[in-house]
């Protein structure tokens, strides 16, 4: 656990520097100097190269988390592994991109009259998409040779300080919409650039074309393994995304841009989520091959524990602030309180189901979250073509996280089924009593005598509220130990 501690905490502050960058991109210049229709298009732009990312990918992401270990020797060049993964993915991207010229015209059917400016910057998303295939494939590979910080500060601080440029010179008017596009895209490109430079100035970039025996043993098996997480993952970046993207087909673009708004507000909850799962992932697929079930189910529910503690508590510094963030946007923002309640809870409630899908998807059994991913997809389309007519982005938020309690419950039980472990303990049962109080409670809360002084008392009252109680009651004995190990620093440095 130890590699965990650190590096988990280590990216979750660079994380959170990095939502602070967001959040002043996101809620406060995007939503103040563009349209909400803009803001739908910059938003949902990300959302669907994902996607595409995904779709190219062919499971070569997880590939290297779940294979590497087998091919791990520097001085082999690890058994040509990077060049295969990297090969596949081309192959797949080439595929991915013809299919998407293919079906320009579906695409402009569906988005055509809701959200024409969607389909007039489509093509923005073929680079958007190579470079977030990129992206992924050498973060996992860095993330396999334990370097986790770097891939974190490209993506979480880099990017987000490039998209500070873009909107800035927007805002400025130094360029047009047209040019903000494009430098938006080039944007969320250089982090490609960044890591597959970094790789290679650390030697680590070994592309010779190679096709070792190992390879060709393995060959086989990866590649089936790889169209499975290519349909498990294209089915959870749907599961996730098939919200927005609807609002946006059935209602219109400047409907998704405040969904989308809300839907990156409660992101932040997902940092230490995250974190953890970016560090845990290769620990866990390193107990699968030698059958650690005991040290897996102890990175199971400490990842649970920490994750509910600080997933709970950021829920309920946003809940209670509210009313001064939504001070900062224009006026049309405000109606996103209850569709950020409901996303805020189906996240929680992803939190606190900790690490179950990283341990099904490196299991034996990962055909299995396949099957639960495509019920749930699914599911997510019923739902949202019953509720969003009823209530609009509401029913979209209402079904998203009704999807998410549903899907969670089904691999929680599932693998407490087959494989005898599950992530929670008894003390943990106080904290959505807890965050329930608290939030009664958050209405009693005077008011500052100005913004600024209102979000301080908030979130100070708020915090102290729900930490103590969980430091008392133990919920997170690792947070428990960091804090204390903290305190004695502190007190040392001082007394010296």
Not at 200 to 215: E, F, R, S, T, Y
Not at 228 to 250: E, Q, R
Not at 408 to 434: A, C, D, S, T
Not at 485 to 494: D, G, L, T
Request: proline share 4%.
């Amino acid at each position: 656990m130890g590699i965990v501690q650190r590096d988990s905490f280590r990216i979750s502050l660079i994380a959170y520097a990095g939502a602070v960058i967001g959040y002043l991109n996101k809620l406060f210049l995007f939503t103040n100097f563009l349209t909400t229709e803009q803001v739908g298009l910059a938003n949902l732009m990300i959302t669907i190269s994902l996607i595409y990312a995904q779709v190219g990918a062919l499971g070569s992401r997880n590939i290297i988390l779940r294979f590497f270990p087998f091919f791990n020797d520097p001085k082999n060049q690890h058994h040509g592994f990077l060049f295969g993964v990297m090969a596949l993915s081309l192959a797949g991207f080439t595929l991915a991109t013809l299919l998407f010229l293919i079906f320009q015209r579906p695409f402009v059917m569906l988005y055509g009259d809701s959200s024409p400016l969607l389909v007039d910057y489509a093509l923005y998303l073929i680079p958007l998409g190579l470079a977030t295939l990129f992206f992924n494939l050498f973060e996992s590979y860095l993330r396999c040779l334990y370097r986790n910080v770097i891939p974190s500060v490209t993506h979480e601080v880099v990017l987000r300080l490039l998209v500070t440029v873009s909107i800035s010179l927007f805002a400025l008017g130094v360029i047009s919409f047209p040019g903000f596009v494009a430098v938006y895209v080039i944007a969320y490109c250089l982090p490609a650039v960044i890591l597959i430079g970094y790789t290679a100035a650390k030697g680590w970039l070994q592309v010779q074309p190679a096709w070792p025996p190992l390879l060709r043993r393995l060959g086989k098996i990866m590649l089936v393994y790889g169209l499975y997480s290519l349909l498990n993952n294209l089915s959870t970046f749907l599961l996730i995304s098939v919200d927005s993207l609807m609002v946006a087909g059935m209602i219109d673009l400047g409907v998704a841009g405040g969904y989308t708004t809300m839907i990156f507000m409660t992101s932040v909850m997902l940092i230490p989520y995250r974190s953890m799962v970016k560090v845990s992932a290769p620990l866990i697929a390193a107990y699968w091959k030698t059958r650690a079930m005991g040290h897996m189910e102890e990175v199971y529910r400490k990842a649970t524990a920490g994750n509910l503690v600080v997933g709970g508590l950021l829920f309920l510094l946003l809940w209670v602030n509210l009313d001064a963030i939504f001070y900062f946007m224009p006026d049309e923002y405000q109606a996103g309180r209850y569709i950020f309640l409901l996303l805020g809870i189906g996240k929680l409630f992803d939190m606190g189901a900790g690490l179950n899908a990283t341990i099904l998807t490196t299991s034996k059994k990962y055909r299995y979250d396949l099957y639960f991913t495509l019920g749930m997809v699914g599911f997510a389309i019923v739902a949202n073509l019953l509720f969003i007519p009823l209530w609009g982005a509401e029913g979209a938020a209402f079904a998203s996280m009704l999807t998410l309690v549903l899907f969670n419950l089904v691999r929680l039980i599932f693998i407490y089924v087959h494989f005898g472990i599950q992530p929670f303990e008894k003390r943990q049962l106080w904290v959505p009593g807890l965050i329930v109080v608290i939030m009664a409670a958050s209405w009693q809360i005077g008011m500052g005598p100005n913004i600024f002084t209102d979000l301080a008392l908030r979130s100070l009252i708020t915090a102290v509220l729900f930490l103590w109680p969980v430091w008392v009651l133990g919920i997170s004995k690792d947070l428990n130990l960091l804090v204390r190990r903290h305190v004695v620093r502190i007190m040392n440095y001082f007394r010296q």
